[in-house]
């Protein structure tokens, strides 16, 4: 155990834990942030996805103790209070959540995405998030959510 | 690009709900946003998963490392010396009751023998996961092991190398009467035998001039809900609440008081407001009782979720299936007899396989006339993790089998399979071999119109990727039919003073939107804005009971309509009160609900839904309870004839690689009549993701095993689509037969998605590669077999 701090949406916080405790477990169990999702523990599925300095990142896979002088992004950071981000805007207005539990790491990652590539196509979105595993939808509708969200960024 | 909005949108307007019954519908048919997506968006929503209540204990399985063995000895000595354990459980605590859907076999951690790899056999309770992780390690078990039987002919022969229950008609059964199969019975490990005859199948084969007969092979899958099985339970003195990831919340109540009878009924509590997936994995207990045997021990809270690698293993996945079909045709092509057996896997104890066995029976050939059908499906113990439903409850399966040999007679009477299917086709009006009669809807137009609409795929100009040597394109289409059973259901609708209404359900959404669906159809009924509807879902303590669950395609026709008769009872009992009132019709008849108020339209006089309840208040409404209107509605389905039928087809439009053996499908065109679409992008969500889920179990998921043992059970072996797994070229075609039955003319779309895409994947297989397919999955290892088997070099 060791007194950890982390910086994470803008928000410093403390926390005693075993620096190789998996970063999820951290958010998830320690401090609330329970937006970031578990689901098969080895690094396949997306549900646990956080932005690492801006960068899509796997929390089940990361030791706490390597991200403490990083700055952490998760969905609760997103948007504002009001407004959501233009991508939570456009998954919700493209109808591409179902069971929506994998639905933050997606975002997360469509947003890290957007960020490196601000138009991607078709193609570059399906490679883009392939780090990500949704079982209800068949991608499609996640797909135009993230076309959807290319164009409403740029007319920010 | 994608077509499938404004596909949609044309059908819709060539077909629509409008010009067929009801009048016309103000939310009914509008594709507003899902209620939860917000909040699911942002990362509020709380899944059982995220439940971590103060003080929670962390609990883990210990569970068979053996398929078959006699258990010598559990010592949990160690384990409970621990520092941060706080119990451990084994049989030895838990009732002497066992678990089962239809027979009671499994019991709640076993004891005297295992059956499969994976069956629980005790569980700690620590003060954190890895404790408790490492407290499993220290659970000694001692086993004799003895020889499995994993495989389904050797496991339904006449003289089966391993008997998996000896005592299997000893056991008690969930509906008195219905006994086991035949005591005499020539096969052991038998659980059942349906057998169905209709019409005079000899002389019927005797007339036809062809009969063709072939073998069929579905291998197991995993639902792969990303929420993994998961329950957080307290037990206070007598009384127990249960938060678990299900999708059926009544169930289980009433299964944990049957298990634990120390509890009375009414001291259960279960709640599951949402579920993260299901798809028919989460119907039966399995967390629920072995969290509520060590909840028992300690007042603490306490959490079991399964770890990914149980999820294949302790958890349900769909069963293998092993399908014989021999018909009967005239040489003009008109289909005459059936004789269809199908062999499916119970694993080590029904979970489901019974009720699998005996609804396949019923509902197998829905979609054809034929005179005389025999359909036989026997259910048969191995010593493989149980299995039990995957969207469509055993009908997919057996669609892949049926379908297949559709183009197989065509084939073989040399005419086109479509035409062949359209030939053989019920008609509005038909009775099937069940005696069901097919409402009026567009099946054949369903049949046709997703094939039709790759006539005008340039593949050259479109897929230039794929125009080398290496690859070769293939068109296949498919049909499918679902239909829904009887049942009952119950919904409350309480109406306050504010002029909110809330519809109580018993039935969780697990992903599909029911809880969007049942907001648009209250707030049809009450002609009020659906913001002002909440629902409350999925809590045995707040919502009346409901046995069918968002299971079986059931929800839409039960929780739909049951909604609607209290709907119809709290606007008569509202204006009834406002006929009472100087400035309105004493004829309630004459009256309206709309904008939050009853409204005497010839009068142009309205009161408020306020003012209402306040008379009904003074008035000793019978309605009255607390502080709210409080009604209760009942649908009840009790005709053996089945409540309505869902046509569905697929065309899909795939690259074989030669090379590889790898098989991409890069179009696919879903059409089903779906009766009035509540909400037509969330019916294409629906049939999108069943394809999704289709094409995953066409062409790579299978579960793997080693005798008994899961060998693939995780993310990295057993693949799961990806979107680069998935075609983006989809389109959805929607027609809306406005039904007789279903509530607003809708029918049910959650399963039917996934129906024909595997037999039409197969279809496009033989069209590439000249390969015909029997069994699924169509994985590039087999691919390739079939290609050096039939062209050797």
């Known amino acids: 155990m060791s007194e950890t701090e982390l910086t994470i949406n803008g928000r410093s916080h403390t926390v005693s834990v075993d620096p190789h405790r998996p970063l999820r477990d951290v958010l998830r169990q320690e401090l609330g942030l329970t937006g970031t999702k578990e689901s098969c523990d080895s690094g396949v599925c997306g549900v646990c996805t956080v932005l690492v300095e801006g960068d899509a990142t796997k929390s089940c896979l990361v030791p706490v103790g390597k991200v403490v002088d990083k700055e952490l992004t998760t969905v609760e950071g997103l948007g504002s209070e009001e407004e959501l981000s233009e991508v939570q805007r456009a998954f919700v207005d493209c109808f591409a959540s179902q069971c929506g539990y994998c639905m933050p790491g997606f975002v997360l990652a469509a947003e890290s995405l957007l960020d490196d590539n601000p138009s991607p196509t078709v193609e570059e979105i399906r490679e883009g998030i392939n780090g990500n595993i949704c079982r209800c939808t068949g991608y499609v509708k996640i797909v135009d959510a993230i076309q959807e969200a290319a164009r409403r960024r740029e007319e920010r | ?267 259960i ?184 609409s790759l006539d005008d795929v340039a593949v050259d100009t479109e897929y230039p990727e794929y125009a080398t040597d290496e690859w070769e394109i293939g068109v296949g289409h498919a049909y499918g039919n679902k239909s829904v059973p009887q049942g009952e259901t119950n919904v409350r609708i309480d109406l306050a003073p504010s002029g909110e209404l809330t519809a109580r359900i018993g039935a969780p959404d697990v992903g599909q939107g029911s809880n969007t669906a049942i907001t648009q159809m209250v707030a049809e009924e009450f002609d009020t804005p659906a913001e002002r509807v909440a629902i409350i879902a999925g809590d045995t303590d707040e919502t009346e009971r409901d046995m069918q669950g968002p299971s079986g395609s059931r929800f839409t026709p039960f929780t739909g309509n049951a909604l609607r008769k209290a709907a119809e009872t709290l606007r008569d009992e509202l204006t009834s009160i406002a006929s009472t009132m100087s400035g309105l019709s004493s004829d309630p008849a004459s009256l309206r609900l709309g904008h939050g108020s009853v409204i005497d339209d010839e009068s142009g006089v309205s009161v408020s839904l306020q003012t209402l309840i306040e008379h009904g208040k003074a008035d000793d409404s019978p309605l009255f309870d607390g502080d709210v209107f409080s009604v209760v509605g009942r649908y009840e389905y009790t005709d053996e004839e089945h409540i309505y039928w869902v046509p569905v087809s697929q065309a899909v439009l795939v690259a074989c690689n030669t090379l590889t053996g790898k098989i991409e499908v890069l179009r696919v065109s879903t059409a089903a009549d779906v009766g009035t679409a509540i909400n037509p992008r969330a019916v294409e969500q629906q049939l999108e993701g069943g394809a999704g889920q289709g094409i995953g179990g066409a062409v790579f998921e299978e579960i793997v095993y080693d005798g008994g043992r899961v060998v693939n059970g995780n993310f990295k072996q057993y693949r799961v689509p990806k979107a680069t797994d998935l075609p983006y070229d989809s389109e959805t075609i929607i027609f809306e037969s406005f039904d007789t039955e279903g509530p607003f003319g809708a029918k049910s779309v959650g399963e039917v998605g996934v129906f024909p895409t595997a037999p039409a994947i197969a279809a496009a297989v033989e069209d590439a590669l000249g390969i015909e397919f029997a069994v699924l999955p169509m994985t590039p290892e087999r691919v390739m077999e079939r290609l050096t088997d039939d062209h050797p070099t």
């Open chain 2, 269 to 452: 509590v279960v709640n599951t407001p949402y579920a993260g997936g299901a798809f028919g994995g989460k119907e039966t207990p399995i967390v629920e009782p072995r969290l509520l045997t060590v909840a028992r021990r300690t007042d603490r809270p306490v959490r079991l979720a399964l770890s990914r690698h149980q999820q294949y293993t302790t958890s349900p996945s769909r069963p293998e299936f092993r399908v014989r079909l021999k018909d009967g045709v005239t040489e003009n092509g008109d289909l005459v007899a059936r004789d269809i057996t199908i062999d499916i896997s119970v694993g080590g104890y029904d979970v489901e396989a019974f009720n699998i066995a005996t609804a396949l029976s019923v509902s197998v050939l829905g979609s054809y006339d034929a005179s005389a059908v025999r359909r036989t499906t026997r259910a048969i113990y191995t010593n493989r993790p149980p299995y039990g439903a995957f969207r469509g409850f055993g009908l997919a399966e057996v669609n892949f089998a049926a379908e297949r040999h559709m183009d197989r007679v065509a084939d073989a009477l040399d005419i086109d399979p479509l035409e062949y299917r359209a030939r053989n086709l019920l008609r509005a009006g038909d009775r099937n071999v069940n005696g069901d009669s097919l409402h009026p809807c567009q099946n054949e137009a369903v049949l046709r119109v997703s094939i039709d």
């Open chain 2, 1 to 267: 690009m994608s077509m499938h909005e404004q596909t949609a949108e044309s059908e819709r307007t060539e077909h629509g709900a409008e010009a067929s019954g009801d009048g016309e519908f103000r939310q009914i048919g509008n594709s507003m946003p899902r209620t939860d997506a917000r909040e699911k968006l942002t990362g509020e929503t709380v899944y059982t998963m995220d439940a971590y209540p103060e003080d929670v204990l962390h609990a883990k399985l210990v569970t068979s490392e053996h398929a078959h063995a006699l258990l010598a000895e559990v010592d949990t000595a160690g384990a409970e010396a621990m520092d941060g354990v706080v119990a451990v459980s084994t049989a030895a605590d838990a009732p002497d009751t066992r678990i089962g859907e239809f027979v009671f076999d499994e019991p709640i951690f076993a004891h005297d023998k295992v059956r499969y790899v994976g069956e629980p056999i005790a569980i700690v309770a620590a003060e954190s996961e890895r404790v408790a992780d490492a407290a499993v390690d220290m659970v000694d078990v001692e086993y004799e092991p003895q020889e499995p039987v994993v495989d389904l002919r050797a496991a339904g022969g006449t003289d089966p190398p391993v008997v998996v229950h000896e005592n299997l008609r000893e056991y008690g059964t969930s509906e008195e009467g219905f006994h086991l199969d035949d005591p005499d019975s020539e096969c052991a490990n038998l659980l059942t035998t349906v057998t169905e005859e209709t019409g005079d199948l000899e002389t019927a084969f005797e007339d036809a001039d062809l009969i063709v007969e072939d073998e069929y092979e579905v291998n197991p899958l995993q639902h792969c809900s990303m929420e993994a099985h998961v329950a957080v339970g307290h037990v206070d003195g007598n009384s127990a609440t249960i938060r678990t990831s299900h999708q059926m919340p009544h169930v289980i109540k009433d299964e944990l008081s049957r298990l634990f009878p120390s509890f009375e009924s009414d001291d």
